[in-house]
């Protein structure tokens, strides 16, 4: 049989299909209706199809086919060879591909709405992650399995019943309350419609996305009919932080649930970030142990600290390193701006009777445009340029050289203007 995937310059030209080789095999197979042979059983060890082989799991079966190929005089060269796998990323585990029956919610036939959306009615910074979440669902080559054959998770809450002849109908309770039917008895709307009385619980769970897809919904208050913000503020009142690595599940699966419920994008904002990593760049996870506890930092330093390391190392859409420096640095900026109130604070408050000075006029320029590009950026969901706009002026414009160079007028004025309490004549150009 000829097939598009098949690469004629490589090889023989012709392309061996092992029915779960992967997930590309198994598209070809489903795609040509090739016959299917199942041969691993879901505990991961081979049935009778195997035969001799039979009752053994996949790694010990490798084994023993190996030892009889030698004995058979049949295994003519052993080498070890690099090949491209699907593994488990928490055990390190190869996958295996085993056939199950799913809930599947359709997605396909809404592609190209679904993009449209995207691009037109939502706002995604920074704006090159739009075109990943838009790439994604282009790349959509089959729907959304939503159940998943796992001990925890949300329970899918159907109940089956099964007639004389076998066969099972599904029946969902009335909304409203949390069902296990796995455990619970079915509620009485259920046990009417089932004849024969013979019901079986769904002992199934939700795919974690199928949930957490809707938790915008849930956040507006929609379930506390006391309290429906859900009206006013949906969709264009709405952001959703999150980071880039969950772009073509979090937010792709609240995408879809908004459409297929609303006909609209499920929030006008995404404000993307990157991913904290530790301070030699790697992604934190407790099987490395090398997760950052953020309490003793925020003890020794003080939270506001924390919160400028964390805004002034965070480029918007890009990853950030932990950084205990940065973090003392953010302490000691605080302290800086405390002391700068202080100082300030001590001087009189002057509202007329006053000339400004060209130094005056100049750092007034410049903090006004510090606020303007604080503005803009904060417009944008960034805080990064912010942080570091108001650290560099305010640390090393400021007070580096402006509170330096008005000390002196300013003590002067100060004295000035006591004796002018006293009547001495002061100076109104001092006084500024």
Same mark, same amino acid.
């Given at each position: ?97 085993? &056939?199950? %029956? ?10 190209? $709405?679904? *993009?449209?959306? *995207? ?25 959304? +399995? ?10 899918? +809450? ?6 004389? $002849?076998?066969?099972? %109908? ?29 019901? &079986?619980? $769904? ?60 006909? %609209? ?80 604070? @001590?001087?009189?408050? &002057? ?18 445009? *510090? ?11 960034? &805080? ?32 000035? @203007? ?15």
């Amino acid at each position: 049989m000829s097939h598009p995937s098949v690469k004629p310059d490589f090889g023989t030209g012709l392309e061996m299909i092992s029915t779960f080789g992967d997930t590309r095999d198994l598209m070809v197979v489903n795609e040509l209706k090739l016959p299917m042979k199942i041969v691993v059983n879901p505990d991961g060890t081979l049935n009778e199809l195997a035969g001799k082989y039979k009752g053994l799991n996949v790694r010990e079966a490798r084994e023993v086919i190996i030892k009889d190929l030698q004995e058979a005089g049949l295994l003519i060269k052993r080498k070890p060879l690099r090949h491209t796998i699907p593994i488990c990323w928490r055990c390190k585990t190869p996958i295996e591909i085993i &056939v199950t %029956k799913e809930y599947f919610l359709k997605q396909l036939q809404f592609k190209d $709405e679904l *993009v449209r959306l *995207v691009q037109n009615e939502m706002i995604i910074k920074p704006t090159e992650y739009a075109q990943t979440l838009v790439d994604w669902i282009k790349s959509l080559e089959f729907d959304w +399995p939503i159940s998943r054959r796992r001990y925890y998770g949300t329970e899918i +809450p159907i109940w089956y019943c099964i007639d004389d $002849e076998g066969n099972a %109908k599904p029946i969902v309770p009335k909304p409203g309350k949390y069902y296990r039917p796995w455990k619970d008895d079915p509620p009485p709307e259920v046990k009417e419609q089932c004849p024969s009385g013979k019901l &079986v619980g $769904e002992d199934r769970v939700l795919d974690t996305w199928f949930d957490s897809s809707i938790s915008w919904i849930y956040a507006t208050g929609y379930t506390k009919p006391n309290i429906r913000v859900f009206e006013r503020v949906y969709p264009h009142s709405i952001l959703r932080p999150q980071g880039y690595d969950i772009i073509r599940t979090w937010l792709y699966y609240s995408v879809v649930r908004a459409y297929l419920l609303y006909g %609209k994008p499920p929030f006008k904002y995404v404000r993307i970030s990157g991913m904290g990593l530790d301070e030699k760049g790697e992604a934190m996870h407790k099987s490395k142990g090398n997760i950052i506890d953020p309490i003793p930092p925020v003890e020794k330093y003080g939270a506001d600290a924390a919160r400028f390391w964390a805004a002034a190392s965070a480029k918007l859409g890009s990853d950030y390193r932990y950084s205990e420096q940065l973090i003392r640095t953010g302490h000691d900026f605080a302290v800086k701006l405390w002391n700068i109130a202080r100082f300030v604070s @001590s001087f009189p408050e &002057v509202n007329d009777n006053y000339e400004l000075t060209p130094l005056d006029l100049m750092i007034l320029a410049k903090s006004n445009e *510090v606020v303007r590009d604080s503005l803009n950026a904060y417009n944008e969901f960034d &805080v990064y340029v912010p942080a570091n706009t108001l650290y560099d002026f305010t640390w090393h414009v400021f007070a580096d050289h402006y509170l330096e160079a008005v000390k002196s007028r300013l003590i002067i004025g100060m004295v000035y @203007s006591r004796r002018s309490s006293r009547g001495v004549p002061g100076s109104r150009y001092i006084r500024s």
